[in-house]
């Protein structure tokens, strides 16, 4: 067993390592671990073949569970935003959790983070760890005003929910309850079934839920629950219902009790496909409906509203074209239910009836196809149109069966040949409404950089996702740590290249600073110690924007000088009993790095040590000599003469044995060798410590390695993890470094041991933690103003280079190669979907670009992108578009729609819909435009059914209907039209 009860390493290592494989199952309860705590564990218990050397290192001795990282602004409920899975937190099972706290214990005052498994999807069912908690805001029915908030898991039922509430408005047992979800100010849906979880319920964040208490009279101050017509809404939309004025009605109550919930459940059967409110105002614009948030779906709304106002599919559901078109044998389509379910609520939308709907169906269909919308987190707008677009098509894919057709290879051929026979191809195995709104074609060429292959294809493409101009360089702050041990650390603030090196930090730095960049080291401190010790070679990436950096002047050339050595110092203090059953010596302090010559006396590395830092360890206390002025080296001009003497035999900015050399002395007063070893005002001699500290503090452990001479500290090497005492050699008392004994990495170090005692009195925890900021710290980067629509097309085809993880097979030299890709647009369909790539992810970065896109409203002219010489029309007007609205992870989705009954542009907020000028259009929300060429809008006669309501047009005014004949002869040629158009080669 290790000290203190815990386990033995290998055990602790096999235990964990065996539950972190755990399965996730429903129900069970996972905790969180922030993951630097977890690293440095893993280092202390060897979990890693590769990383034993510090296994049972005490100076790696990860100590308490430390969740700090994980907290926001140290609140022990709340998690930071946007943490990710590995990067910033390790998810422990119970059982592995439960073993490590009894190991390790848990930092004072925080909370285990505790989170619940939750089954998402209803057809593909899997399990994750819930990380982030629904916040619910709670009140009474009488008093709306006082709202407590409270988190709760998807996996917590109402019955969960209303004992909280009970608890937290003190409401007796026997008292009959019934509880309320409030969408908005006059908009109530009862909640109903006890046992139904909060995923289940649709309750999303913020979401306020109202618990309402039985009258003593009997009745409900809310109203009668007696229904008054069948198959009415379910919600209730005044803020007080009376049974002779309740309008939006809900089957009867049936007064019973519930274990001892005393719920009131309503006897009606699940939800209608659609809940509608204010259902007395029916003259509305057909499509100028709103659509309900039921949790977190503003991006699923702001997508219908787009498609919702793309005219030719809206046309096409609502003249129940789909119905002919069904395809419920398709393996890769959805039985035709997504179509079903959009067709559906399309009507709505349209019919004029309502100002909003809630489309609770058509969320629960899209969540039964696609898991990853199931839930009530926040997703992306143009992930959803992705899916939509894709499954309407397979769900009305006129082909009933594709067949397999053996692509041919270029070989030379024109390009008008190739892509005529590729659209071919894919009209063969594709033909839908979606193809015929939506699909287009672009050429793909391919050149392999060791043979020159060329590899061209033409493929469909739904939509386009056109880059931004990527902002180049990133800030980042760090803290250079000069040699000269009296100057504070500085803050600066960097402007560096976002794919850049360790160098470039340093050249940035260097130009800041004028430290020279071969000069510098750069290190990530946590926890008191050397997270990481870069090489200038490493990529920027690996530096998250939490990591504190901290970059060190030193006196040498690292990559140049081999007669010095370049030490990792860490400052522990001796350890003394705690609740922990650890024997173990904390770190405290920041650590920090000394160069010293590869051979070099025991008392001459001290005084260096205790040089290095003289700005917050004082050398003399009060209780010393009266006589003797407190000190530390602040005094700059430093004798071996006082019985408090700090002796300086090897100055940092020097580190020679035997030599000085003038031109690096910094000015100080140098003594010779024979001046120091063994004199009796040797800092930490036996005088100081009867001055300044009892007798009763002395203790063996305060000894030096060698000697008998009492000092501040004590010090002891580790090299990869294992105590080294060879380097001072007993018979010279001379400390010798090689390149098989030391090298410069975080797991070989020296680490001082003081006595508490020692530490309370000499070492200054608030000096020593004390920095300045440079005046770079001001600076706030420039962001440019905008850039043009036509920028971003450009820059989407523009030849590059693939990268190392995505190299291009090269039939001719049999390998991967990394080849130049180039993207060319061939033909453009009839509605143009342009998707903004504003969110970009790595493994070390996530950002969101708010760089305002300039683009057109109208006359949008695509003819100098298109190198088909035959394209055609391909001039667009703006008719959608998605916003959205904040940061990573989250924000809010709107739409802007033009709608085609009156030709005007309105504002969609989920359930608001205003008028809108183009003014406020073009924003820096603008994510995801449709576009419509003009030759395709109504009146045009493109489509069919614009065709069809031309000709009935005519039959109304009293025009000869023309014969089934003719509208036959008429459908091929139009068949034939679309085709060309769709290619662009008329």
Not at 179 to 188: Q, V
Not at 294 to 323: H, I, R, W
Not at 454 to 481: A, G, Q
Request: net charge negative; aromatic share 10%; hydrophobic share 30%.
């Amino acid at each position: 067993m290790a000290e203190g009860g815990a386990a033995d390493l290998e055990t602790q290592r096999a235990e964990i390592a065996a539950l972190l494989k755990t399965q996730l199952r429903k129900g069970e309860t996972w905790y969180l671990a922030d993951s630097r705590w977890f690293k440095q564990w893993k280092k202390y218990v060897g979990f890693d073949s590769w990383d034993k050397y510090q296994m049972g290192d005490q100076n790696v001795y990860p100590g308490p569970i430390d969740n700090s990282g994980l907290l926001k602004d140290g609140d022990s409920l709340s998690l930071k935003e946007h943490l990710i899975d590995e990067l910033d937190y390790i998810l422990v099972p119970t059982e592995g959790w439960n073993k490590l706290v009894s190991w390790y214990g848990l930092t004072e005052n925080q909370e285990p983070v505790a989170r619940k498994v939750v089954e998402q999807g209803m057809f593909v069912k899997h399990c994750k760890v819930e990380v982030y908690l629904t916040e619910l805001k709670l009140c009474e029915d009488g008093n709306m005003d006082n709202l407590v908030t409270r988190r709760f898991s998807k996996a917590d039922t109402i019955d969960t929910i209303e004992k909280e509430m009970r608890k937290c408005f003190t409401i007796p047992d026997e008292k009959e309850t019934r509880l309320w979800n409030k969408y908005m100010s006059n908009t109530f849906e009862p909640l109903n079934k006890p046992d139904s979880t909060v995923q289940d319920a649709g309750l999303y964040q913020g979401q306020v839920l109202v618990i309402e208490q039985k009258n003593d009279d009997g009745t409900w101050p809310r109203g009668s629950s007696t229904p008054k017509s069948p198959g009415a809404s379910h919600f209730s939309t005044l803020p007080k219902i009376s049974p002779s004025s309740l309008s939006n009605n809900y089957n009867s109550f049936n007064n019973r009790n519930v274990k001892n919930s005393n719920y009131s459940i309503p006897s009606y059967s699940s939800y209608n496909n659609y809940d509608y409110q204010e259902q007395g105002r029916h003259n509305e614009l057909p499509g100028l409906c709103g659509l309900c948030n039921l949790g977190n779906t503003c991006f699923m709304n702001s997508a219908v509203q787009c498609l919702s106002n793309t005219p030719p599919l809206t046309e096409y559901f609502l003249n129940d074209k789909y119905q002919e078109e069904l395809n419920m044998d398709n393996p890769l389509g959805m039985r035709g239910e997504i179509a079903k379910a959009y067709a559906d609520l399309i009507k709505q939308i349209w019919s004029g009836k309502f100002n909003y709907i809630t489309p609770r169906a058509f969320k629960t269909q899209v969540g039964r196809f696609a898991p990853q919308f199931s839930g009530y987190q926040q997703q992306d707008s143009q992930e959803l149109l992705a899916f939509l677009l894709d499954g309407l098509h397979e769900d009305l894919n006129r082909i009933r069966k594709k067949p397999y057709i053996q692509l041919k290879d270029t070989e030379g051929r024109p390009d008008k040949v190739v892509a005529e026979e590729a659209w071919e191809i894919h009209l063969k195995r594709n033909d839908s409404i979606i193809v015929d709104i939506f699909h287009g074609l672009f050429k793909s060429t391919l050149v392999c950089p060791v043979c020159c292959k060329v590899s061209v294809t033409f493929d469909p493409f739904c939509y386009l996702t056109i880059p931004l101009p990527m902002k180049k360089e990133r800030t980042l702050e760090v803290y250079l740590v000069r040699l000269d041990p009296l100057t504070k650390p500085m803050q600066y603030k960097l402007v560096v290249p976002k794919v850049g090196y360790l160098s470039d930090l340093c050249a940035a730095l260097s130009t800041l600073s004028g430290v020279p960049a071969d000069r510098m080291i750069v290190t990530d401190i946590y926890n008191h110690r050397f997270h990481r010790i870069f090489a200038t070679d490493e990529n920027l990436s690996s530096i998250m924007e939490r990591d504190d950096i901290y970059v060190f002047e030193m006196a040498i050339n690292r990559s140049e000088d081999t007669d010095h050595v370049i030490i990792p110092v860490y400052q522990r203090e001796k350890y003394r009993q705690s609740g922990y059953n650890h024997s173990g010596s904390p770190l405290f302090g920041q650590p920090f790095l000394i160069t010293v010559p590869r051979v070099i006396s025991e008392d001459k590395f001290y005084n260096m040590l205790l040089l290095r830092m003289c700005r917050y360890v004082q050398t003399t206390t009060e209780n010393d000599e009266a006589e003797e002025t407190p000190r530390c080296c602040k005094d700059r001009g430093v004798n071996g003469n006082g019985s408090n003497g700090v002796h300086e035999e090897g100055s940092p900015s020097e580190m020679e044995t035997d030599e000085q050399d003038d031109e690096s002395s910094q000015d100080q007063e140098l003594p010779s060798e024979n001046d120091n070893s063994q004199s009796e005002g040797s800092v930490g001699g036996d005088n100081d410590l009867e001055n300044g500290i009892g007798a009763d503090q002395k203790s063996k452990g305060q000894q030096q390695l060698v000697g008998h001479k009492k000092r501040l500290f004590t010090f002891q090497f580790n090299n990869l993890g294992n105590t080294d005492f060879n380097y001072i050699k007993e018979e010279t008392r001379q400390i010798r470094f090689d390149d098989r004994q030391h090298r410069l990495d975080e797991r070989s170090y020296l680490s001082l041991d003081w006595e508490p005692g020692l530490k309370k009195i000499y070492f200054d925890d608030n000096a020593a933690e004390d920095f300045e900021k440079h005046e770079s710290m001001e600076y706030k980067p420039q962001k440019k103003v905008f850039v043009k629509l036509k920028d971003c097309i450009e820059l989407f085809t523009t030849k590059e280079k693939l990268g190392i993880e995505d190299p291009w097979y090269c039939p001719n030299c049999k390998q991967h190669q990394q080849a130049t890709k180039k993207l060319d647009l061939w033909s453009l369909p009839p509605v143009l979907v342009v998707h903004v790539k504003r969110f970009s992810y790595s493994r070390y970065m996530r950002d969101k670009l708010d760089t305002l896109v300039d683009f057109p409203i109208s006359d949008l002219d695509m003819s100098e992108f298109l190198i088909n010489p035959n394209a055609g029309p391909c001039r667009y007007d703006l008719i959608a578009v998605s916003n959205h609205y904040g940061g990573m992870g989250g924000g809010h989705y709107t739409a802007f729609a033009k709608s085609k009954d009156d030709d005007k542009w309105y504002y969609f907020d989920d359930s608001s819909v205003s008028t809108a000028s183009e003014e406020q259009i073009v924003s820096k929300a603008a994510y995801v435009l449709f576009y419509q060429r003009q030759d395709t809008i109504s009146g045009t006669g493109y489509f069919a059914l614009d065709r069809e309501a031309e000709k009935g047009a005519s039959a109304a005014a009293g025009a000869p209907a023309e014969s089934d004949e003719d509208l036959n002869e008429n459908d091929n040629d139009e068949h034939d039209v679309e085709n060309e158009n769709c290619m662009h080669t008329n």
